[in-house]
């Protein structure tokens, strides 16, 4: 019974390129969120998304973030035109539809490095 | 507006020391989770407990155990006889029915020296 599943584990990206970020949920699981860790510092949220909608994108930055959760396939992280400022672990969680628990399960985390 | 604060940045301790890692919340909601999770060296995070609101039992699970008390907004966590293979980054955690978000604090790094 695979756990979230995210990759690449690391991502090396230089100024200027765009990285995208996988996130496969746990299988049943329909809810998928996205946490950004800075260096240093605990999680912060980013967005959460059901299938093919966004639900809640008030901690995604306003420009060159965006993400997406299609009916087929994982979701995706994408930051375009990154910084070295993006240099962060990228954590993905999941829940199943009904989260009565409150429970989101992590993923082992995307740690993006730009140069 | 939701907050968690990890007064303690970093703590060291001999091996076989008990340690305790604070966790004071703030919240307006009356239901309402806290989680702890482990992020070791490797950079995972590690699911440890859950507790609810309503629930302000202590909680022990081997070496670990937890003390909730909502009068003090804390949810404190003690290791007892503390170990190498516990040294990493603890984070507590927050969430509220019918939020989508978990608020963690900024971290405690728990080293142990043999």
């Known amino acids: 019974n695979a756990g979230v599943m995210q990759n690449p584990r690391h991502l090396v990206r230089r100024r200027g390129q765009e990285a995208r970020l996988r996130c496969s949920p746990m299988?049943?699981?329909?809810?998928v969120y996205w946490y950004r860790q800075l260096p240093e510092e605990g999680l912060k949220f980013m967005v959460y998304?059901?299938?093919?909608?966004?639900?809640?994108e008030s901690g995604m930055p306003k420009e060159r973030f965006s993400a997406e959760f299609p009916k087929e396939g994982p979701s995706i992280l994408r930051i375009q035109q990154v910084v070295r400022g993006d240099s962060a672990a990228y954590f993905c969680?999941?829940?199943?539809?009904?989260?009565?628990?409150?429970?989101?399960?992590f993923g082992a985390g995307t740690r993006l490095s730009v140069l | 507006a939701q907050k968690v604060t990890q007064a303690q940045t970093e703590i060291s301790v001999v091996e076989k020391e008990d340690v305790t890692l604070d966790c004071v919340y703030e919240?307006?909601?009356?239901?309402?989770?806290l989680f702890w999770y482990k992020q070791p060296p490797s950079g995972e995070l590690v699911f440890l407990i859950r507790?609810?609101?309503?629930?302000?039992q202590n909680e022990i699970s081997g070496r670990y155990s937890w003390n909730f008390q909502k009068s003090t907004s804390s949810f404190n966590f003690t290791i007892t006889a503390s170990q190498v293979v516990d040294s990493a980054v603890y984070f507590c955690?927050?969430?509220?029915?019918?939020?989508?978000?978990?608020?963690f604090g900024a971290g405690t790094r728990l080293f142990v020296k043999a």
């Open positions: 969680a999941s829940s199943p539809r009904e989260n009565v628990n409150n429970i989101q399960y």
């Open positions: 299988k049943g699981h329909s809810h």
């Open positions: 998304l059901q299938k093919e909608n966004i639900i809640d």
């Open positions: 919240t307006r909601d009356t239901t309402y989770y």
């Open positions: 507790r609810n609101s309503f629930d302000e």
């Open positions: 955690a927050l969430s509220y029915t019918g939020g989508f978000k978990t608020i």
